[in-house]
């Protein structure tokens, strides 16, 4: 993610400290005496507050004293409401950032506009400009995901191993830090076959009964996947507005090399293009594309919700985008080079059924040309997320 990198530039900018409480000497000092860690009025920056979260009493006590905002900037590798309720002492008195792996613009140094263009702006997303991505480099990028360790890595096997013990640590580490695990050596069993579910909708029972685990329990266990950034899911948009809308939620996981690695599947078995290949590419590649509208949509502050749809007469939509004043975009993503008038049909049956909210509809393809269909509904090449605007 690069959280600790970020703190750093923050540090370095602002003339701040840093407490690295990874650092096994550094956090048994902070839990022998939290109020002295960040004694003064400087800027305080704390790397991973959730291994000594009594921190977080003595910075409320400092927040009493003086309450102006931007005396302490905190990362952690899990969300805030997966700590246990005594150390949450700092509810309503933070804001939250989500940092996401690197989007594929952030690694070329380009910042992406897409979204933004698409809400505001639709018709300036379709361009003369033809695509020359290939599908093996679409594959390329989905394996080698957003993590800057993973994308330095010297060769596609090192990524892989890095990705695996990722995983793993997380699983050792982060989650049975949160939680006392009554069947925790089923819990990588289960990533596995929720992995198997990316881009479709959630089935926790189906998971539950191939690891042989309760309903209630694969349940508890997902959430904590979720709280420490694996997996999340995507809930049904407009479930109480549009009563034929189905309002299970999709699962996604969060970064697409992880699911590469979980499922096993590397650029040369996508490269193959059998139907099981073709199947698990097109999953790959939905939630690698939604995975980046996701970034783009955490740097704007009209998004207000992110969702998908998909109604009982089979019209389907990836990813709905909420604007602030109600106004809908919607994407549809496909594994193929061409676009067919049945790709089309969820984002036409969404502009019915929503009317004047709806601003407009995206078929994101592997095709070359990025052209429209009228009425608000456009097909653009999948790289064109993270092409800049002209």
């Known amino acids: 993610m690069g959280k600790s990198t970020l703190l750093h530039q923050i540090v370095e900018s602002r003339h701040g400290e840093l407490i690295d409480l990874d650092d096994v000497a550094t956090r048994d000092a902070v839990n022998a005496d939290p109020s002295l860690a960040i004694d003064g009025d400087r800027l305080v920056c704390v790397d991973e507050y959730q291994k000594a979260p009594v921190i977080l009493d003595a910075i409320k006590a400092a927040l009493n004293q003086v309450t102006h905002p931007g005396r302490f900037v905190l990362t952690g590798s899990a969300r805030h409401d997966a700590l246990p309720p005594a150390a949450q002492a700092l509810t309503g008195r933070l804001a939250t950032v989500p940092v996401y792996p690197l989007s594929q613009g ?81 819990l990588t069993a289960l990533l596995g076959r929720l992995a198997g579910q990316t881009a479709q909708i959630l089935n926790v029972a189906s998971a539950a009964r191939a690891v042989d685990l309760e309903p209630v329990t694969a349940e508890s266990y997902l959430r904590l996947l979720e709280k420490v950034f694996l997996v999340y899911r995507l809930e049904a948009w407009g479930k109480t507005l549009i009563s034929r809308t189905v309002a299970k939620p999709k699962l996604h996981v969060l970064d697409s090399a992880v699911a590469a690695t979980l499922l096993r599947l590397t650029p040369a078995k996508l490269a193959t293009r059998n139907a099981t290949a073709s199947s698990e590419f097109g999953h790959l590649l939905e939630t690698f594309v939604v995975g980046e509208l996701r970034k783009q949509a955490s740097w704007i502050d009209a998004v207000t919700g992110l969702g998908h749809w998909r109604s009982h007469d089979g019209g389907e939509v990836d990813l709905v985008v909420e604007t602030e004043d109600g106004g809908l975009v919607g994407f549809e993503v496909k594994a193929a080079s061409r676009a067919s008038a049945h790709d089309v049909k969820g984002l036409r049956e969404l502009r019915r059924a929503v009317k004047d909210n709806f601003i407009a509809g995206y078929v994101l393809y592997l095709g070359e040309r990025t052209y429209s269909l009228g009425e608000g509904i456009h097909v653009v090449a999948i790289d064109r997320l993270w092409t800049p605007g002209t």
């Open 106 to 186: 952030e690694q070329a140094g380009i910042r992406e506009d897409f979204l933004e263009r698409a809400i505001y702006s639709p018709t300036s997303v379709v361009s003369r400009d033809v695509s020359s991505t290939t599908r093996d480099e679409y594959v390329e990028r989905i394996c080698r995901g957003g993590f800057p360790l993973a994308i330095a890595a010297s060769s596609d096997v090192a990524r892989r191993r890095w990705l695996r013990d990722y995983v793993a640590l997380t699983l050792e580490r982060d989650v049975r830090e949160l939680s006392n695990l009554r069947q925790g050596d089923k």
